[in-house]
């Protein structure tokens, strides 16, 4: 997992930072595994948020890089990517997100957050 600065963008009248984030995301289950861009989020460490906008900012995705292609923001999930059994999917997200000394990525709901990697901003 890396991550490095794409900008900044703005949500509700605040500046907030840009990260592109690249992932390798491991199935060690024996079922096959279905994961949409809505099924986590970059939050800061102990802060209140529980979402971040994943892939609204596309600059820095490709459909060489990306993990979801061709990125919908807007309908999260239409393009799942499928990790079969054993297997591993990698690709890069771009995460809108407060500014904040460390993050944390959260899978699943926020009545069910469970937290997969903590890291600094570049």
């Not at 990260?19 to 800061?44: K, M, R, Y």
């Not at 919908?72 to 995460?95: K, R």
């Amino acid at each position: 997992m890396s991550a490095s600065n794409d900008g900044t963008g703005s949500a509700s009248g605040h500046t907030e930072n840009v990260l592109l984030v690249n992932l390798t995301i491991q199935n060690p289950s024996t079922g096959n595994v279905e994961l949409a861009l809505n099924d986590f989020a970059v939050v800061p460490v102990g802060g209140p948020y529980a979402y971040s906008w994943n892939d609204y900012d596309t600059s820095g995705l490709s459909q060489g890089n990306s993990l979801f292609w061709p990125v919908d923001a807007q309908n999260p999930n239409t393009n799942p990517v499928t990790i079969l059994s054993g297997s591993s999917a990698s690709g890069a997200v771009t995460v809108q997100v407060p500014s904040a000394s460390r993050y944390e990525i959260v899978w699943g709901s926020p009545s069910s957050d469970q937290v997969a990697a903590t890291f600094s901003p570049p």
